[in-house]
Every structure is written in structure tokens, then in C-alpha cells.
């Protein structure tokens, strides 16, 4: 089994800074990719960032130059700059274990971000 749990989130303001973490633990291997994705009141779960076991990260466009994904064996960060209101959602963590032909995904219990003036 895989546990995955977020930390992080909170209210900034508009322009302001959170980081994200997320901790994966149990039957897990590093080597998996690990990303971050979030879901705003009435819309459908996006994705915000991934990055594999390697370090190859990938970014929505509306994130890109603002927000940084990192990793640390099975800790994965968000590093979010100049945030703005439409930011506001609850991030989930995913752990996506490869199978032979699909992936079995992990996902944590999201944390809220909510930027605000």
C-alpha cells in the first residue's frame, strides 16, 4: 500500500508564496512519477506539475515561470510565486506506480490553497 499526505496550503495573497509538500511512504520506489494537481470549486481536476524519478518536470501553461516542482526521493514539492486568485483550489498529490499497460495512482486528501486579499 501507498500513503500519500499533503501539507502546505493556507491563504496568501495575490503576488504571494506558498510551498506545497506532499510525503509518499510505504511499498513505493522513487523512481516513480509524482505530481500535483488541483481541483476549483465546479471544475474538473487539472494538472499543475509533474515530475518523474529522473527529474523531468512538466507544467500547465497557466502555472509555467510562477510555480516549481521538485523532488526528494518520495517528497515532491510546489513551489508557488506570484500567486494569483484563480489559483485558489484544493491541491492533490499523485503517486502513479507503472503497470505493464496503464498506471495504479495514489492520491492524497488535498489541501486548500486560497488566495485572497
Known amino acids: 500500500q501507498v500513503q500519500v499526505v499533503e501539507s502546505g496550503g493556507g491563504l496568501a495573497q495575490p503576488g504571494g508564496s506558498l510551498r506545497l509538500s506532499c510525503v509518499a511512504s510505504g511499498t513505493i520506489d522513487s523512481s516513480w512519477p509524482m505530481g500535483w494537481y488541483r481541483q476549483a470549486p465546479g471544475d474538473q481536476r487539472e494538472l499543475v506539475a509533474t515530475?518523474?524519478?529522473?527529474?523531468s518536470t512538466n507544467y500547465a501553461d497557466s502555472v509555467k515561470g510562477r510555480f516549481t516542482i521538485s523532488r526528494d526521493k518520495n517528497t515532491v514539492y510546489l513551489q508557488m510565486n506570484r500567486l494569483k486568485p484563480e489559483d485558489t483550489a484544493v491541491y492533490y498529490c499523485?503517486?502513479?506506480?507503472?503497470?505493464?499497460?496503464?498506471?495504479?495512482?495514489?492520491w492524497g486528501q488535498g489541501t486548500q490553497v486560497t488566495v485572497s486579499s
Open positions: 499523485k503517486v502513479s506506480r507503472p503497470r505493464v499497460f496503464s498506471t495504479q495512482d495514489y
Open positions: 515530475i518523474t524519478g529522473g527529474g
